[in-house]
T-cell receptor, first 108, second 114 residues
Framework: RKEVEQDPGPFNVPEGATVAFNCTYSNSASQSFFWYRQDCRKEPKLLMSVYSSGNEDGRFTAQLNRASQYISLLIRDSKLSDSATYLCVVNSNYQLIWGAGTKLIIKP | GAGVSQSPSNKVTEKGKDVELRCDPISGHTALYWYRQSLGQGLEFLIYFQGNSAPDKSGLPSDRFSAERTGGSVSTLTIQRTQQEDSAVYLC????????????FGQGTRLTVV
């Protein structure tokens, strides 16, 4: 089993819809969690950190479920510009472990 | 301030030649990562440096690959006797304190072995 697992997608979603991704992790001792966004042929960029209490940044909401060992990302009112690959990142043994990413395609 | 800088941005080399890829991390960041990414694929971990600790080399695919980090700052990834399957984007990232803090990426070096 991989340390961090994501549904690779692609998720094809109409503009304006709400979409949610989950990411599961195997190390119960993990303390830090992040979501990154990667556009085609670009480097990954931090989208948001994920806090125990959950956090929101505009249309984006991230949540952590320690009991079930997953984190989630919710995107409301999706825009064409949200089309990208979303990477889940979890710390494990002092390193960052990356999921393979979920591809999101927003259609007009 | 300056972000993570990688050079060269593009490198075309002949099969069998050696290449060196350079990464300048953000000043003060103690952790540095190297990853490889082929088109349409996820990040493949190569090596991790944290402060003065011995690096985690568990992701290096063969003994043709090696990396150094001098003075806790600049890092060089060396690929000896390049093969066509080494063609990929090589990404470097740094973080302030390792796995508990977010990583910032350079723009990568696109390596093409012909």
């Amino acid at each position: 089993r991989k340390e961090v697992e994501q549904d690779p997608g692609p998720f094809n979603v109409p503009e304006g819809a709400t979409v949610a991704f989950n990411c599961t992790y195997s190390n119960s001792a993990s303390q830090s969690f992040f979501w990154y966004r990667q556009d085609c042929r670009k480097e990954p960029k931090l989208l948001m950190s994920v806090y125990s209490s959950g956090n929101e940044d505009g249309r984006f909401t991230a949540q952590l479920n320690r009991a079930s060992q997953y984190i989630s990302l919710l995107i409301r009112d999706s825009k064409l510009s949200d089309s990208a690959t979303y990477l889940c990142v979890v710390n494990s043994n002092y390193q960052l472990i990356w999921g393979a990413g979920t591809k999101l395609i927003i259609k007009p | 301030g300056a972000g993570v800088s990688q050079s060269p941005s593009n490198k075309v080399t002949e099969k069998g030649k050696d290449v060196e890829l350079r990464c300048d991390p953000i000043s003060g960041h103690t952790a540095l990562y190297w990853y490889r990414q082929s088109l349409g694929q996820g990040l493949e971990f190569l090596i991790y440096f944290q402060g003065n600790s011995a690096p985690d080399k568990s992701g290096l695919p063969s003994d043709r690959f090696s990396a150094e980090r001098t003075g806790g700052s600049v890092s060089t990834l060396t690929i000896q006797r390049t093969q066509q399957e080494d063609s990929a984007v090589y990404l470097c990232a740094s973080s302030l304190r390792g796995g508990n803090t977010e990583a910032f990426f350079g723009q990568g070096t696109r390596l093409t072995v012909v």
